[in-house]
T-cell receptor
Framework: SQKIEQNSEALNIQEGKTATLTCNYT??????LQWYRQDPGRGPVFLLL?????KEKRKERLKVTFDTTLKQSLFHITASQPADSATYLC????????????FGKGTTLSVSS | NAGVTQTPKFQVLKTGQSMTLQCAQD?????MYWYRQDPGMGLRLIYY???????DKGEVPNGYNVSRLNKREFSLRLESAAPSQTSVYFC???????????????FGEGSWLTVV
């Protein structure tokens, strides 16, 4: 069956460092992969989408890579700040014509000053 | 423009009681979704509606029913609540009818449900 795995439940880093989060998937051939941010007590919010034919996508301090051979996406936050502390979720479409979006369990990032 | 609005925000139910979670979106989106989120389990899809008048089961539909009342509203009903349904419920919507074209999903703020 199709699975998404975010390898680390929690990641603790110091302010100013680069945070790298991993998303692996099996039994998928997704056309897109998405990343979301979720703050405590709130709903997830969309950050970035990367297509299967794109190797890398950037938005301000965020960078996402997508390796369809390894079946893996890496999510980087450069020059991290305490305000980046949140849970980050990766997501893939599933089903015929991609009618549903399936999420990984998330990685909780804590950035200390 | 409120986006996706869910009510109630918090609810405590006794085992066996029924209730309906309401969801409305004002973005003229076609597809709507109900997820539940539990510690260690992540977000799991309960039901979805790809368009007005259609509904489909997700990963964990047992114990729930849904109604796509019109294009704006998608409700989730627990007919006989069980402690295992204690969770945070999120409603969401997208503009199109699927994710194969790269649609991203908009979530509501969540409904915290406790069944005792």
């Amino acid at each position: 069956s199709q699975k998404i795995e975010q390898n680390s439940e929690a990641l603790n880093i110091q302010e100013g460092k680069t945070a790298t989060l991993t998303c692996n998937y099996t039994n998928y051939s997704p056309a897109y992969l998405q990343w979301y941010r979720q703050d405590p007590g709130r709903g997830p919010v969309f950050l970035l989408l990367i297509r299967e034919n794109e190797k890398e996508k950037r938005k301000e301090r965020l960078k996402v890579t997508f390796d369809t051979t390894l079946k893996q996406s890496l999510f980087h936050i450069t020059a991290s700040q305490p305000a980046d502390s949140a849970t980050y979720l990766c997501a893939l479409e599933k089903g015929q014509a991609g009618t549903a979006l399936i999420f990984g369990k998330g990685t909780t990032l804590s950035v200390s000053s | 423009n409120a986006g996706v609005t869910q009510t109630p925000k918090f609810q405590v139910l006794k085992t066996g009681q029924s209730m309906t979670l309401q969801c409305a979106q004002d973005m003229n989106h076609n597809s709507m979704y109900w997820y539940r989120q539990d510690p260690g389990m992540g977000l799991r899809l309960i039901y979805y509606s790809a368009s007005e008048g259609t509904t489909d089961k997700g990963e964990v539909p047992n114990g729930y029913n849904v109604s796509r009342l019109n294009k704006r509203e998608f409700s989730l009903r627990l007919e006989s609540a069980a402690p295992s349904q204690t969770s945070v419920y999120f409603c969401a919507s997208i503009p199109g009818t699927g994710f194969s074209s790269g649609n991203t999903i908009y979530f509501g703020e969540g409904s915290w449900l406790t069944v005792v």
